[in-house]
Structure formats: C-alpha cells, structure tokens
C-alpha cells in the first residue's frame, strides 16, 4: 500500500481530483487529502455539493484510507520530508498555486507539501488548468518541468474514442496513476491500429446554437 497526497486547488475540474482519490482508494492506497479554500468553493459550483458531502461520497469506498489535511495545518505530517510519500498529485492546479510551487513560498499546507517532495526528490504532478496559457503560467511551468514536476494538463485525446464526459476524465486520471507508478486500465492505450471513431465520424459539426429543439 503506498501513501499519495492529492491536492486540489481553486480552478475548475475538481471532479479528476476526486477520481483520482477514488480508484487510490479502490486500489488499497493511503492518501492525504488537502484543498485550498478556493479549492473549496469552487467544487460547490462544479459538482453541486459541498466539500463533506463529496468526502461522504468517498467513504463508502471500503478499501484504501483517506486523512483529510485542513489546508492551515503545518503540523500534519505531510509538512515534513521525514514523512515518506510515494509522491503527490495537484488535480486540478490553479495558476495561483502553480506559481506559488515555482516561487517555493510553501505559505499553505498544499504548497508546502509540494515543495517538500521536490526537496525530497519525489514524484511531483501537477494538472494545470488555465486556457488560453499567458507567458507566465508557461514560464512558471518550464521552470518546474525542468526540476523534474510531470505537468498533465487536461487533455483530452481524441484517439480513442471517447464517448462520454467520464471518458474524458478517466484519461486524465489514467495518466496521474500511471505517472505514479499505479497500475490501472482506466483508458484504452494505443494499440496501433488504425481503426475508425464512430463518435468522430458521427459528429455534424453544428455547434449547440445550430442544433434543432
Ligand atoms: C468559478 C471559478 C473558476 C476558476 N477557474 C480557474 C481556472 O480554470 N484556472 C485558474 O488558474 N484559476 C481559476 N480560478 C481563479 C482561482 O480560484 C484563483 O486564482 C485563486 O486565487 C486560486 O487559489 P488557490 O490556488 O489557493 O486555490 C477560478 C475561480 C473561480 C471562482
């Protein structure tokens, strides 16, 4: 069982973050919860429900433990390299806390874990979730990728076929398991064939205001 923090800052995508908590869970791990205030209010308006109802959703998961760090708390363990980590998860990450990260000012619980792994030379990923990316968000991001942060913006590939939103999301959090060594088959990998998308071929190219009632 390995011990993974996850933490979620305030821009949108909440959702891959919780995914992942959930198959860390399903699959036995220990996992160090720790969201930002912004983090907070803006799952509310994402996933319609407060923060401890989406944490009642994960406990029915049986398997796995899950501590819930309050974003305050430089006592927690997680505030210390003497405390062994598998490796830490940003999902999703907000240019503020992004920067933050690159400024190593560890001035709350998620950036002070983040730059303890990078102290400790452990696995860093960050979800980066901005568009349209200005030169600093790029620079910020260079600047880590350079000390080895694995940066997994959310993506979507368009190869596979997905079908559906959780598609989308799986990939995303297929790419954060397999970054940290999880072994997982959230998503289809290539197989190198050239077969044809229905979902693609099927597209009619309107956009939404375009479409019939
Ligand atoms: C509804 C909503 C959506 C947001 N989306 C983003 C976003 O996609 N990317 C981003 O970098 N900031 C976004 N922000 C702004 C951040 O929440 C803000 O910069 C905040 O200071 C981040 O704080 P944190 O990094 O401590 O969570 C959003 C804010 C709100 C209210």
């Known amino acids: 069982m390995g011990k993974y923090i996850v933490g979620i800052s305030g821009t949108s995508g909440s959702i891959i973050g919780f995914r992942l ?13 720790v969201t930002t205030d912004l983090g907070k209010k803006v799952m509310v308006r ?31 363990l997680i505030s210390s390299g003497s405390f062994h980590v598998d490796g830490m998860v ?10 933050a ?17 990078l ?12 568009t349209p990316l200005n030169a600093i968000h790029l620079e910020n991001m260079l600047k880590l990728s350079r000390i080895g942060v694995v940066m997994i913006p959310p993506i979507p590939s368009f190869a596979n076929n997905p079908e559906t939103m959780g598609d989308l999301i ?26 044809r998308s229905k979902i693609m071929t099927n597209h009619n190219f309107k956009s939404q205001s375009q479409k019939t009632p």
């Open 21 to 33: 908590i959930a198959e860390l869970l399903k699959s036995d791990h220990e996992v160090y919860l």
């Open 46 to 76: 994402e996933l319609s429900q407060d923060f401890e109802a989406l944490i009642a959703r994960l406990d029915v998961i049986e398997t796995g433990i899950l501590h819930i760090e309050a974003i305050d708390n430089f006592f927690s």
């Open 90 to 99: 940003v999902a999703p990450c907000s240019m503020g806390t992004l920067a």
């Open 170 to 195: 799986n990939q995303i959090v297929s790419r954060c398991l397999s970054a940290l060594a999880v072994e997982n088959d959230l998503y289809k990998r290539w197989d190198g064939k050239m077969s």
């Open 119 to 130: 102290k400790e030379h452990r696995t860093l990923i960050l979800v980066p979730r901005e």
């Open 101 to 117: 990260i690159a400024a190593g000012t560890s001035e709350n619980l998620l950036t002070r874990a983040a730059d303890v792994c």
